[in-house]
């Protein structure tokens, strides 16, 4: 078979394309970093073109690698509609699966609700808890998405990347507060800080090997991201963790802005988590991997 027939390849290029980050494909595809690379090494010399700049971070495309991605990517959508398609036509299931969300992720979660109901309109879904394997383990979820390093012997874990967190802040509000890219001039400004049970709160800026500590009575937390984007979006303050995902829209739209550029708060490794015992259930199984799958495509 000619090496650039093989899709599982294309997958992992296009993988690293939107994660620009071998670790985080290697998660994804519960692989080895070595694995990743060989893949990707293998479609380079069948193409007889370099597709990423290797030692970038994070990792860039070559001009070469934009134009393998433009026309690949909706090659293999189309496909990945077609198998979803197909196991729809071969088995359809039903009943009810509960799903535990964070708030800001439950905006996606109706579309993608839906989308899977198109193929399997007998299933049920029902939104409950905060995003936490504390719904799992006290029997109000089936599946949550996770966030965080976590570890339960009665849960299994599938990762599905990292989250980024972004520095934001309101046009308006830098007009009034210019915001310079020292953190200790962070106790100038009010700041909204996400303090909720679905993740751990960043307690540091970092650049590089440095650690900026965030404290100050000008700290509001909030268990509510979505208070906290509005009130950002109000000028009312910044936000040093605002996931990336909940934010690209207003960025892209220049009604937020980042700040800080120097300096971030983290990554932190986000999972779809599904009780051991319902690993047997091929409805459940099913949507936790389809699910995984599409919030990959959002995370990136």
Same mark, same amino acid.
């Given at each position: 078979m000619n090496k650039?027939?093989?899709l599982n390849r294309w997958k992992i290029f296009l993988s690293l394309a939107n994660t620009r980050n071998f670790q985080v494909t290697a998660d994804y595809f519960e692989s080895d970093l070595s694995t990743i690379t060989r893949n990707l090494d293998t479609l380079e010399k069948a193409l007889g073109q370099k597709l990423v700049f290797r030692k970038t971070r994070p990792l860039e495309l070559t001009e070469f690698g934009k134009k393998a991605q433009q026309l690949m990517s909706p090659h293999l959508r189309k496909h990945q509609q077609i198998i979803s398609e197909l196991v729809s036509v071969n088995y359809l299931f039903e009943g009810e699966i509960r799903v535990s969300v964070a708030q800001g992720l439950s905006l996606y979660m109706v579309k993608l609700i839906t989308e899977f109901r198109k193929y399997h309109p007998k299933v049920v879904f029902k939104l409950a808890g905060h995003g936490s394997i504390a719904d799992i383990e006290n029997n109000l979820a089936d599946i949550?998405? =996770?966030?965080?390093?976590?570890? @339960?012997?009665?849960?299994?874990?599938?990762?599905?990347?990292? =989250?980024?967190?972004?520095?934001?802040?309101?046009? @308006?509000?830098?007009?009034?507060?210019? $915001?310079?890219? *020292?953190?200790?001039?962070?106790?100038?400004?009010?700041?909204?800080?996400? *303090?909720?049970?679905?993740?751990? @709160?960043?307690?540091?800026?970092?650049?590089?090997?440095?650690?900026?500590?965030?404290?100050?009575?000008?700290?509001?937390?909030?268990? *509510?991201?979505?208070?906290?984007?509005?009130?950002?979006?109000?000028?009312?303050?910044?936000?040093?963790?605002?996931?990336?995902?909940?934010?690209?829209?207003?960025?892209?739209?220049?009604?937020? $802005?980042?700040?800080?550029?120097?300096?971030? $708060?983290?990554?932190?490794?986000?999972?779809?988590?599904?009780?051991?015992?319902?690993?047997? @259930?091929?409805?459940?199984?099913?949507?936790?991997?389809?699910?995984? *799958?599409?919030? =990959?495509?959002?995370?990136?």
């Open positions: 650039l027939d093989n949550a998405c =996770v966030t965080g390093k976590i570890s @339960s012997p009665e849960i299994f874990f599938i990762p599905r990347g990292k =989250v980024t967190y972004a520095s934001i802040a309101a046009p @308006s509000y830098i007009k009034r507060n210019p $915001v310079s890219n *020292d953190p200790a001039q962070l106790k100038e400004h009010t700041i909204y800080q996400y *303090d909720g049970e679905n993740r751990t @709160s960043p307690s540091a800026l970092i650049r590089g090997e440095e650690r900026f500590l965030i404290s100050g009575e000008n700290i509001l937390l909030s268990a *509510d991201i979505l208070t906290i984007k509005k009130a950002v979006l109000d000028g009312a303050g910044l936000c040093l963790d605002m996931p990336l995902p909940l934010c690209k829209a207003e960025l892209k739209k220049g009604e937020l $802005v980042k700040i800080l550029p120097d300096w971030h $708060v983290g990554e932190q490794p986000t999972f779809i988590a599904i009780h051991q015992n319902l690993l047997t @259930s091929r409805k459940h199984r099913t949507f936790a991997y389809w699910l995984r *799958d599409k919030l =990959v495509e959002i995370d990136c």
